[in-house]
């Protein structure tokens, strides 16, 4: 039995970040931690372009630009959708995630969730570089692993 697996290693792999600024208290520092992983795992920051955008709604529309240029290897996604006194956080991110996966589909590449769905403005906070971790910093790691992963495969099924 053969098993694959990606590595923390981005040498080599370019990312495209798209990163809302609504609830940019949040955002900024998802953004800090995606930046800080990429790096400690190896990329450069010529191979990082960051795409900023008014709100969650907007970020699968440019992750669909970046996939589909081919110029990167993983895009990497980051915003907040806080629980408002409507329902309107539930449809905004049903369809923010739901367009991210087909743009995974569609364009055969990885494309990292990092939008946090919280109740509150301060359960986003811990999720931002607070006690419960960035989860910016986690987007960003999977999504090394994956286009490692990605890389490898592609490599050996070319050979």
């Given at each position: 039995m053969k098993t694959h697996e990606g590595?923390?290693?981005?040498?080599?792999?370019?990312?495209g970040l798209v990163a809302s600024r609504f609830n940019d208290l949040v955002t900024e520092r998802l953004l800090e931690g995606a930046l800080r992983a990429l790096r400690r795992h190896g990329a450069?920051?010529?191979?990082?372009e960051v795409v900023r955008v008014p709100g969650?709604?907007?970020?699968?529309?440019?992750?669909?630009?970046?996939?589909?240029?081919?110029?990167?290897?993983?895009?990497?996604?980051l915003?907040?959708?806080?629980?408002?006194e409507t329902p309107h956080h539930d449809h905004i991110a049903r369809a923010v995630f739901g367009s991210l996966v087909r743009i995974m589909e569609e364009h055969g590449i990885p494309v990292a969730l990092g939008i946090l769905t919280t109740r509150s403005t301060e359960q986003a906070l811990e999720r931002a570089g607070g006690k419960l971790g960035n989860k910016g910093e986690e987007a960003a790691s999977t999504a090394v692993e994956m286009a490692s992963l990605?890389?490898?495969?592609?490599?050996?099924r070319d050979e």
């Open positions: 590595s923390l290693d981005a040498k080599g792999l370019r990312f450069r920051d010529q191979d990082i969650s709604f907007e970020i699968p529309l440019f992750a669909r630009v970046l996939a589909a240029s081919g110029r990167f290897d993983a895009i990497v996604c915003g907040a959708i806080v629980q408002g990605a890389r490898s495969l592609k490599t050996r």
